[in-house]
């Protein structure tokens, strides 16, 4: 039986409602600290939990008879810098409880690492899988820490515990919470309502980003390879696309001619300038067979197929 933490979260959503295809609802525990009562009743088998309350957490995990746990509750990188120490304790000690309670029931354990493990002293394009990783950001430090607690667990403990660098993700079903790579999220709604966006990013900030669709598509592939395949301990690279502000809005404006693009640099300039525009993945493609499937106009097709749906046409 899996339990997926953080499942109202932006990867959790999507991860949940996967998972649950695959194995039956019945078989996919979601939970996050969110009371029942707040929560969609379509995320039904629900249990509230707070993943820092490490008793609770194991006495779940044994009455449910969990044999997986994909944790996803963590603060992202813009929010992270408002809180710095609150965030680390949520981001380390969560993962550390699930990682210790792995090792004692012989749990199977995926984690969301993140692009944000690199740093500005490291390769701007294509940065290799065992790179420089000095971040600068509190979530980035608590990816490196993350990794290297993974590793420690799967080496020491022999805990199956796996791991991607997700880049930027961009999703219509539940909102991203925080993160510096947002901005490619919001600008659709922005787009649908108002026909414009402001964007907190200059025009040529490229990052490395992926459809939701091509993430779980990803973190299931890799939970079903064969352990013996898996060469990477800390959290695979993996890429599938990389663009700037400016080329996304051109993208959209294909989609809605009146569409403008206006640009408002905040805090977040300084996160994403840290980090790199692509990443080297042929650890990935090799181990267990990575391979992207939506470049950036099927990427922006697919959502506004989606999301025209959702928002009322102006
Ligand atoms: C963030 N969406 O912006 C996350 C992600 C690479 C970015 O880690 O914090």
């Not at 996050?32 to 629900?46: A, E, G, M, S």
């Not at 309350?53 to 044999?67: A, G, N, S």
């Not at 080496?155 to 219509?172: E, K, Q, T």
């Amino acid at each position: 039986k899996i339990l997926i933490i953080g499942a109202c979260g932006q990867i959790g959503t999507e991860l949940c409602a996967a998972l649950r295809k695959v194995n039956g609802a019945e078989n996919v525990l979601a939970s996050d600290v969110k009371l029942l009562n707040d929560t969609p009743f379509t995320i039904r088998p629900y249990v509230q939990l707070n993943v820092l309350d490490r008793h609770t957490l194991h006495t779940l995990i044994l009455k449910e008879k969990i044999t997986q746990v994909y944790h996803l509750a963590a603060t992202l990188s813009a929010t992270a810098e408002k809180h710095p120490l609150k965030s680390w304790d949520l981001n380390m000690q969560g993962l550390l409880n699930v990682l210790d309670i792995a090792k004692t029931d012989g749990l199977k354990v995926f984690w969301p690492s993140s692009i944000a493990v690199f740093g500005a002293n490291g390769p701007k394009a294509f940065s290799p899988q065992h790179a420089i990783t000095e971040p600068s950001t509190v979530y980035g430090i608590s990816k490196v820490a993350g990794e290297l607690w993974s590793k420690y667990y799967h080496d020491l403990y022999g805990v199956d515990v796996r791991s991607i660098r997700y880049p930027g993700l961009i999703s219509h079903s539940a909102p991203p919470g925080g993160g510096t790579t947002d901005y490619a999220v919001d600008i659709f709604y922005q787009a649908l309502r108002f026909r414009q966006y402001t964007c907190f990013l200059k025009p040529h900030t490229t990052l490395p980003m992926m459809y939701m669709e091509d993430a779980v598509r990803a973190t299931l592939q890799l939970m079903d390879a064969p352990a013996e395949r898996l060469t990477v301990r800390t959290g695979y690279n993996i890429h599938a696309l990389s663009f700037a502000p400016e080329q996304l809005a051109q993208e959209i404006g294909k989609h809605l001619p009146t569409f403008k693009m206006y640009y408002q640099p905040d805090a977040r300039q300084l996160i994403a300038e840290s980090w790199p525009a692509s990443v080297d993945d042929r650890y990935a493609r090799n181990d267990w067979g990575w391979q992207p499937q939506y470049d950036l106009s099927a990427m922006v097709t697919d959502m506004f197929k989606n999301l025209k749906q959702e928002i009322p046409q102006t």
